[in-house]
Structure formats: C-alpha cells, structure tokens
Nanobody, 123 residues
Framework: QVQLAESGGDSVQAGGPLRLSCVVS????????MAWFRQAPGKEREGLAT????????LYADSVKGRFTISQDNTKNTVYLQMNSLKSEDTGMYYC????????????????WGQGTQVTVSS
C-alpha cells in the first residue's frame, strides 16, 4: 500500500514563490508516475504537473507551464512542486497523486492521493 503526505502549503503574496513537498512511502512499483493536482474553490480538480520516476519525463498544464516545476529526490522519496510567480488564481487545495503506469494529467487514472495542502495567494 502506498501513502502520500503533502506539506508546504501556506498563505503568500501574489508574485511570490512557494514549494510543496510530497513524501511517498509504502510498497511502490520500481517506476511510477507522480502528479500534482489543484482544486480551487467551486471548481473541479485540475492536473498541474507530472513526473515519471523511470524516464524522468515531465508534463505540465498550460496554466502553470513556465511558472511551476515538478522534481523528485529519490534519496528522500519526495516529489516537489516549485511554484513561482504565484497568482490569486493559484489559490486552492493541492494534492499529490500516484499511479503505476504512464503519466497523465487526468485524475481518473490515479490510484492513490494525499490529504492535500492549502495554498492561498493574496493580491
């Protein structure tokens, strides 16, 4: 069983940076996909970025491309989301998610979810 634990959410000013972390534990496949999703108030959950632990490839939603960077530290079993140039529309609950297959931004393909961490961006 895989468990995910996000941290790093905070209240920040628009234009500022923030880094989220997701610690992965449990019985993972040797290669898997990790993703970050966001759910803004009153909106559906949106896929933001993915990284595959095997091929090291990344994928980004247009809404965050060039501002957000997903990365991983295998020594710490941690996936990060570095967020720069934050906007008020980035406000929401941020979730990391795990799946054993190829990467996708579609939430229905992910098997395991963390509890979420709140990001609030004020202008």
């Amino acid at each position: 069983q895989v468990q995910l634990a996000e941290s790093g959410g905070d209240s920040v000013q628009a234009g500022g940076p923030l880094r989220l972390s997701c610690v992965v534990s449990g019985d993972t496949y040797s290669q898997y996909c990790m993703a970050w999703f966001r759910q803004a108030p009153g909106k559906e959950r949106e896929g933001l970025a993915t990284i595959h632990t095997g091929v090291q490839g990344t994928l980004y939603a247009d809404s965050v491309k060039g501002r957000f960077t997903i990365s991983q530290d295998n020594t710490k079993n941690t996936v990060y989301l570095q967020m720069n140039s934050l906007k008020s529309e980035d406000t929401g609950m941020y979730y990391c998610a795990y799946r054993s297959g190829i990467c996708t931004l579609a939430e229905r393909y992910f098997d395991v979810w963390g509890q979420g961490t709140q990001v609030t961006v004020s202008s």
